[in-house]
C-alpha cells in the first residue's frame, strides 16, 4: 500500500492498562561453547525474579502465557527451539507460541506479550527471547542470515546481507551525507560512543575504548560502512514479565522498584526495499505539513520517500506509538531511548524516523551532543541520552533477545537501578569480565519515560516499545 | 554412486531421482582449556531443497531467452491501474487481482539507470558470484519499483546508464541469469555466456 485508510491509522487501543513489573538478561558473548540456549534462558529469569525479590518457583507460578522470540530456527538446526526452551523452564501446560519477525522479534515477542495482558486473555505472561548464533562459521552464518532476504530475487546475489542493507546506506551517505568527511566523522562518532558505553556495561559483548581514527582505520566491509560501523553476532537470551495492574501490584510487593507501564506497537514494509513505492512521508506529531516540501531541493534525490533512504516501518511504529500515549516530541518527552544501531548509518536514519530529528538532519543528534549521557561539548546531561548499553554495536545482537534487552536497558534507568545492576562486582567476575578503572555510572537521573525500537534488517519489521513511570503519564488513558 | 538429485513434474507431482541429501558422521567438540573434556558435537547437513516458482516462473525463464518480463495490473477497478511492477508481482499487491506479465526488454534497455549501489568484498557460503560483488539497484522510466541485480563491467555510480545483459548460453534459471553493464559496453566485454 502505498495510501492508508483511516481504519489502517487507527491509534491503537489497549483494553487495560499493562505493566512490565521486571525483567532479566544472560551475558552476551559472541560464542557461549560452555552453555545450551536453556541455560542461558534460566540465567535471565532468574534474574528477573531476583530483582523483584522472588525465587524463580514463586513468579513462575504466577504466568499465565509464554511468548517466545527466536528468530533462527536453521541457525541451530532446532525446529520449534521454543518448546524445548518451554520444556526446561519447566513451564508446560501453560500456552506458548514463538514469535518471529528478523532483527525485530524481540520487540514483537513484547508486542504480543502485551497484547496478551491488555486483552484480558492473561494477567502475567513471560516474554522471553534468545539467539545462538555461534553453532556454525561465519560464512554459513552470513548465508542463513541472507535467508532472510527474498530466496528468487535476493538471496542468490552474494547470500550476503550486509549487501542489501548497504545498498541503503550508499544512498543515504551521497544524499542526505552529501558524501562529507564530517559526515564520515559522524558516524565513527557513533561506533565510539556504543563501544565505550559497553565498557560500562558488563552483560556487553564488544566493550572498547576507541577513537574516530581507529573506526576510520578499520576494514572496510561496504563503503562507506567499516568493520567497526558495524553490530556484532551474538549468543544470548533476555526476557521480561509483563501483568495487568492487580498482578503487578502484587508481585512488586517487595520490589526495590515499581512496575512500569509498556505500550508497544509495531509496523512494517516489504522486505525488498527495491520493491518499495514512493509515498508522501507520514507525519509524526511534531512535524508540519509542509515541512518536507523542498527536500529535494535540499538535498537532491532526497524527494523519493521512503526510497532507500527511509524506514518506513519504523516512522509507522513512532506513529502508532506517540500517538497511543500522547507523545508530542520524543526529544522533550522522553528521558533516555534505546535504538536498532544494526550500522551507524541506519542508527542515523532511525533518528529522523522517529522523528528525534526531521529527515534529513539526523546528523545534528550526534553532532550537538544531544545523544550522549554526558554532552560532550556543554558538560551537562545530553538531552535525550541514547544506547547507554552499548546497543547492537556494543552490547549485543542476538537476535530474538536484541529488543527485549533494550528494554531491560531503559527500564533500570527509570526504576534507578542503572548502577547497582551494571556495577555489581560479583556479576563482572561471574562473567569473567573486568571492571573497568574508569567505570562511570551512566544512570540517566530522574527518568521517567523512555522508547526502544526493534528493527528487522532493512527495515521489513519495526516495533516501538513506550515504558512511563505510572506516576507520569502523559495521557492519562493512555 | 552418488547423483545429483533431480526433479521433474508429471500430472502435477514432483518425480524425483538421485540423491537430495548426503551422509556425514558426527565428530566430537572438546575443550582444549579443560582436559579435553565433551562439549558437543557436529552436525552436518548437506542436502537438495525442491522449489517451485509458480506464477513467477515466466520472468526466469525468460532471462534463459534474453528477455526481461514486468507485470502490470489492468484491473479497471483498481485504484492503481496500469502500476508497472519489476520485480514482477503475479498479483497486484492493492487489489489483488491478477496482473498481466508484459515485455519490458527495450524499455530497460533505453532508461535503466542506477539507483544506488554498493561494492562489497565478502559473501556469504554457497555465493556463486565474483568477488568484489557490485550490487546495483536499478531504476526504469515509468515502473513503479526498482530492482536489485549485480554489475558486471566497470564501477557503479548513481544515475549512471546501464544496460541488461542475459546469460542464455548456460542458463542457470534463476536470478543471476540476469546481469547489467554500463551503456555502450561492447559485446566482446561481456561475461562468458552472457549476451544482450
Known amino acids: ?478 | 554412486m552418488s547423483m545429483f538429485g533431480q526433479v521433474y513434474v508429471k500430472n502435477n507431482q514432483y518425480k524425483i531421482k538421485g540423491d537430495f541429501h548426503h551422509l556425514t558422521p558426527n565428530i566430537p567438540i572438546r575443550s582444549a582449556d579443560e582436559n579435553w573434556k565433551l562439549l558437543g558435537v557436529t552436525n552436518p547437513r548437506d542436502m537438495t531443497y525442491i522449489h517451485t516458482y509458480g506464477g513467477e516462473a515466466i520472468f526466469f525463464e525468460s532471462l534463459s531467452k534474453g528477455k526481461l518480463m514486468a507485470s502490470r495490473c489492468d484491473n479497471d477497478k483498481c485504484e492503481f491501474k496500469g502500476t508497472v511492477y519489476q520485480p514482477f508481482r503475479i498479483h497486484c499487491p492493492d487489489c489483488l487481482g491478477k496482473n498481466t506479465v508484459i515485455d519490458m526488454t527495450d524499455l530497460a534497455k533505453k532508461t535503466a539507470k542506477v539507483h544506488t549501489f554498493m561494492v562489497c568484498e565478502r559473501s556469504g557460503a554457497f555465493n556463486l558470484l565474483d568477488k568484489p560483488i557490485k550490487f546495483i539497484n536499478v531504476e526504469f522510466e515509468g515502473v513503479s519499483t526498482i530492482l536489485m541485480g549485480y554489475l558486471s563491467v566497470g564501477e557503479p555510480k548513481i544515475g549512471m546508464k546501464v544496460t541488461p545483459i542475459f546469460n542464455t548460453l548456460d542458463p542457470t534459471y534463476t536470478i543471476l541469469d540476469l546481469s547489467w553493464v554500463p551503456e555502450g559496453t561492447p559485446e566482446k566485454d561481456l561475461p562468458r555466456g552472457f549476451s544482450f
Not at chain 1, 558495524?230 to 517487595?254: F, H, P, R
Not at chain 1, 558538560?379 to 530474538?400: D, Q
Open chain 1, 1 to 478: 500500500m502505498i495510501t492508508f485508510s483511516e481504519k489502517q491509522l487507527k491509534t491503537p487501543k489497549m483494553m487495560r492498562p499493562v505493566y512490565l513489573v521486571t525483567a532479566g538478561q544472560s551475558k552476551f558473548d559472541r560464542a557461549q561453547p560452555d552453555k545450551r540456549t536453556e541455560e542461558l534462558c534460566v540465567d535471565a529469569l532468574t534474574q528477573a525474579a531476583e530483582l523483584i525479590e522472588m525465587t524463580p518457583a514463586e513468579l513462575k507460578s504466577h504466568i499465565h502465557t509464554c511468548y517466545y522470540g527466536h528468530f533462527a530456527d536453521h541457525f541451530g538446526d532446532q525446529l520449534l527451539g521454543e518448546a524445548v526452551i518451554h520444556d526446561r523452564l519447566g513451564l508446560d501446560p501453560l500456552g506458548n507460541i514463538g514469535i518471529k519477525t528478523g532483527g525485530a522479534t524481540g520487540g514483537s515477542t513484547l508486542w504480543e506479550a502485551a497484547k496478551a495482558v491488555a486483552s484480558g486473555y492473561s494477567d502475567c505472561v513471560l516474554a522471553m527471547g534468545w539467539e545462538r548464533m555461534d553453532e556454525v562459521p561465519t560464512d554459513e552464518g552470513n548465508f542463513l542470515i541472507s535467508c532472510a532476504a527474498d530466496k528468487d530475487w535476493e538471496s542468490p546475489l552474494g547470500h550476503i546481507y550486509t549487501g542489501y542493507y548497504a545498498v541503503m546506506a550508499q544512498k543515504y551517505w551521497q544524499v542526505f551525507g552529501k558524501q562529507e568527511d564530517s559526515f564520515r566523522k559522524t558516524l565513527a562518532e557513533i561506533s565510539v560512543k556504543h563501544h565505550g558505553y559497553a565498557r560500562f556495561n558488563p552483560y556487553a559483548q564488544a566493550p572498547m575504548k576507541i577513537t574516530v581514527d581507529d573506526v576510520l582505520n578499520s576494514p572496510v566491509v561496504a563503503n562507506p560502512l567499516r568493520a567497526l560501523d558495524a553490530c556484532v553476532m551474538s549468543v544470548g537470551a533476555a526476557c521480561a514479565i509483563i501483568c495487568d495492574e492487580a498482578t503487578a501490584m502484587e508481585l512488586s510487593k517487595n520490589s526495590k522498584h515499581k512496575p512500569l507501564r509498556i505500550w508497544v506497537t509495531a509496523a512494517s514494509h516489504t522486505l525488498r526495499p527495491a520493491d518499495r513505492r514512493d509515498m508522501e512521508i507520514p507525519l509524526l506529531p511534531n512535524e508540519k505539513a509542509d515541512q518536507y516540501k523542498d527536500l529535494g531541493e535540499r538535498f537532491p534525490g532526497g524527494d523519493r520517500y521512503p526510497g532507500f533512504t527511509g524506514f518506513l516501518a519504523a516512522r509507522m511504529a513512532a506513529y502508532y506509538a506517540y500517538n497511543m500515549t500522547g507523545v508530542k516530541d520524543p526529544t522533550e518527552d522522553f528521558d533516555v531511548i534505546e535504538l536498532h544501531d544494526a550500522f551507524t548509518i541506519s542508527d542515523v536514519q532511525s533518528y529522523e524516523d522517529v522523528g528525534i530529528r526531521p529527515y534529513g538532519e539526523g546528523r545534528d543528534y550526534v553532532e550537538s551532543g544531544d545523544c550522549y549521557h554526558t554532552n560532550p561539548k556543554t558538560g551537562k546531561p545530553g538531552k535525550l541520552p541514547s544506547n547507554l548499553s552499548g546497543g547492537l554495536i556494543g552490547c549485543m545482537h542476538a537476535v530474538g533477545a536484541t529488543g527485549i534487552m533494550q528494554v531491560f536497558e531503559i527500564a533500570t534507568h527509570i526504576w534507578n537501578r542503572w548502577a547497582e545492576i551494571h556495577g555489581d562486582e560479583k556479576r563482572w567476575k561471574e562473567f569473567n569480565r573486568e571492571k573497568p578503572s574508569d567505570w562511570t555510572n551512566l544512570q540517566v537521573e530522574g527518568a521517567k519515560r523512555a522508547m526502544a525500537i526493534s528493527h528487522a534488517g532493512v527495515g521489513s519489521h519495526v516495533t516501538a516499545t513506550i515504558l512511563m513511570d505510572p506516576d507520569n503519564l502523559i495521557k492519562e488513558d493512555a
